[in-house]
């Protein structure tokens, strides 16, 4: 009898016979599994740890894409899924509902800024996005202003990869190939503290771009549907952060000019920047929020839209009005995705989260610490349990290195080398761990990448 061959050689291969893998460059990894890059086959995860299919483990060091929460293989997680699963797995979602949906949509609506207190399910971060634009802008059509057609997003903002979503984002990597298919948002300056001017303090920019924010909606207040924002850290833009108080001038001017403020907290939401949510910084509460990532702890796709009842009010009317939101999605409002978001808010209620989070935070900024004076460092930026290290050529004037040279690449094959996965955005180096990971988990992701930089930039 002949076992099939179960390596990572042989899994990679294969893989590379059919798969084709998303925010890749195939030719990196080669037809055979034999290119610069490995194709790492995942067999199973314990807590912050992967494992491949020959026994070697990785340090899980930003969270599988920003969703694992507490742990890979979490058995309170697990054991609720299954418990679902022998129930029920799907059912249509329109005209039909569940107790794991139910459930949710009042759990959210507790733990969420105040006024936000109806829940629109989706799939992922992307779809939530689209909900959100699609529901502000068919809102203000509802209402006898179908002027407003246009969006305000923000410069070096990304919201997500489906056509809607990647219109209101700005970083050309995504979306320079599709721009012919795209919407055309009104850009805002980013309050982007690593941007400011020298010796400006976060406070200072963020109060800076508030102004230029208030001169764009002055001229396009009357057909501008909402300003799109990621609050207080731009991921997929390069971790950019900045200060809370843009987010309450946000609020501010869109209350005064009577615009949607849509909060994309798809990233950081759950606890990421230290509050469950990043908008409660600055004591706001947004009109649309988008949910996802953390939301299930890592385990499923699901996304949620949370908005106010005046939104919902809208749409509220006799079916001859032609006012119903018609957008939908065939899992919309999976059982099995619902009850594991249930039992992720779960641990939230149950155990200290967010007190240890911080700790764990305070940690690992006082190891990156020493990273601030380093020749090729530009920039040590951490919120919460986001931190960022950002490597250029020249620290005086921060000249970035020439993108072909690929130096952030470099730290990524060298914490795979060395058992940590930190898989870069250009040439910023990012911690964006589990909350399950341990002080000295830390030190190791942290020491790996401090070498691992050392190497990239010779």
């Given at each position: 009898?002949?076992f099939?061959?179960?390596?990572?050689?042989?899994?990679a291969?294969r893989?590379?016979?059919?798969?084709?893998h998303p925010c890749?460059?195939?030719?990196d990894?080669?037809r055979?599994g034999?290119?610069d890059?490995?194709m790492?086959?995942i067999?199973?995860?314990e807590g912050?740890?992967?494992?491949?299919a020959d026994?070697r483990r990785?340090?899980?060091?930003?969270s599988s894409w920003w969703?694992?929460?507490?742990?890979h293989?979490?058995?309170r997680?697990?054991a609720?899924?299954?418990?679902?699963a022998?129930r029920?797995?799907h059912v249509i979602?329109?005209?039909?509902t569940?107790?794991?949906?139910?459930?949710l949509?009042?759990?959210l609506v507790?733990i969420?800024?105040?006024?936000?207190?109806?829940?629109?399910?989706?799939?992922?971060?992307s779809a939530?996005?689209?909900?959100a634009?699609?529901?502000?802008f068919h809102y203000?059509l509802?209402?006898g202003?179908?002027?407003?057609?246009r969006?305000?997003a923000?410069?070096?903002s990304?919201h997500?990869?489906?056509?809607?979503?990647?219109?209101?984002s700005?970083?050309?990597?995504?979306?320079?190939t599709?721009?012919?298919l795209?919407?055309?948002?009104?850009?805002?300056p980013?309050?982007?503290?690593?941007e400011?001017e020298p010796?400006?303090?976060?406070?200072?920019?963020a109060?800076?771009?508030?102004?230029d924010?208030?001169?764009l909606?002055?001229r396009?207040?009357h057909?501008?549907?909402?300003v799109?924002v990621?609050?207080?850290?731009?991921c997929a833009?390069?971790m950019r952060m900045?200060?809370p108080?843009y987010?309450?001038?946000?609020?501010?001017?869109c209350d005064?000019f009577?615009?949607h403020?849509?909060?994309?907290?798809?990233?950081v939401?759950f606890?990421?920047t230290?509050?469950?949510?990043a908008?409660?910084s600055?004591?706001?509460?947004p009109?649309?929020m988008?949910l996802?990532k953390?939301?299930?702890g890592?385990?499923l796709?699901l996304?949620a839209v949370?908005t106010?009842?005046?939104?919902?009010?809208?749409?509220y009317?006799?079916y001859?009005?032609g006012?119903?939101?018609l957008h939908?999605?065939?899992y919309?409002g999976?059982?099995l995705?619902c009850r594991?978001?249930?039992?992720?808010?779960a641990?939230f209620?149950d155990?200290?989260v967010?007190?240890?989070?911080?700790?764990?935070?305070?940690?690992l900024?006082r190891?990156?610490?020493?990273?601030?004076?380093h020749?090729h460092v530009?920039?040590?930026r951490?919120?919460g349990?986001?931190?960022?290290?950002?490597l250029?050529a020249?620290k005086a004037?921060?000249r970035?290195?020439?993108?072909g040279e690929r130096?952030g690449?470099?730290?990524?094959?060298h914490?795979?080398?060395?058992g940590?996965?930190?898989?870069?955005?250009g040439?910023v180096?990012?911690?964006?761990?589990?909350?399950?990971?341990?002080a000295?988990?830390?030190d190791?992701?942290?020491?790996?990448?401090?070498?691992?930089?050392?190497?990239?930039?010779?």
């Open positions: 009898m002949t099939p061959d179960r390596s990572n050689a042989a899994l291969a893989d590379l016979r059919h798969l084709w890749t460059q195939m030719h990894h080669g055979a034999q290119g890059v490995p790492l086959p067999v199973r995860g912050a740890w992967l494992v491949d026994g990785y340090l899980d060091g930003i969703t694992n929460l507490f742990g293989a979490n058995p997680i697990a609720a899924l299954a418990d679902q022998r029920l797995e979602f329109a005209g039909f569940h107790e794991p949906a139910i459930e949509a009042e759990t507790r969420a800024p105040a006024g936000l207190e109806r829940v629109f399910l989706a799939d992922n971060g939530a996005v689209e909900v634009l699609k529901m502000s203000w509802n209402r202003h179908g002027e407003k057609t969006f305000i923000l410069t070096g990304y997500g990869e489906t056509l809607g979503a990647l219109s209101v700005d970083v050309a990597l995504y979306r320079k599709y721009a012919p795209l919407l055309t948002p009104f850009l805002a980013s309050p982007d503290a690593y400011g010796g400006e303090s976060p406070a200072q920019v109060a800076r771009r508030l102004g924010l208030r001169a909606l002055e396009h207040a057909e501008t549907c909402a799109i990621e609050p207080l850290v731009q833009g390069g900045h200060h108080d987010l309450a001038g946000l609020r501010a001017l005064e009577d615009v403020f849509i909060a994309d907290e798809i990233a939401g606890g990421r230290g509050t469950m949510f908008c409660e600055a004591r706001v509460a009109d649309f988008c996802s953390g939301l299930t890592g385990t796709p996304s949370l106010t009842e005046r939104v919902y009010e809208a749409f009317a006799e001859d009005a006012k119903a939101f939908s999605h065939s919309t999976n059982p995705a594991v978001a249930l039992e992720t808010l641990i209620r155990e200290p967010l007190e240890r989070n911080r700790a764990l935070a305070a940690h900024a190891r990156l610490a020493p990273l601030r004076d020749p530009a920039d040590v951490q919120t349990m986001i931190a960022a290290v950002e250029v020249d004037t921060r970035p290195f020439p993108s130096r690449l470099r730290v990524y094959l914490g795979l080398e060395h940590a996965l930190l898989r870069p955005l040439n180096i990012y911690f964006m761990p589990p909350y399950v990971v341990t000295d988990e830390l190791q992701l942290v020491d790996t990448a401090i070498r691992g930089i050392e190497l990239a930039v010779r």
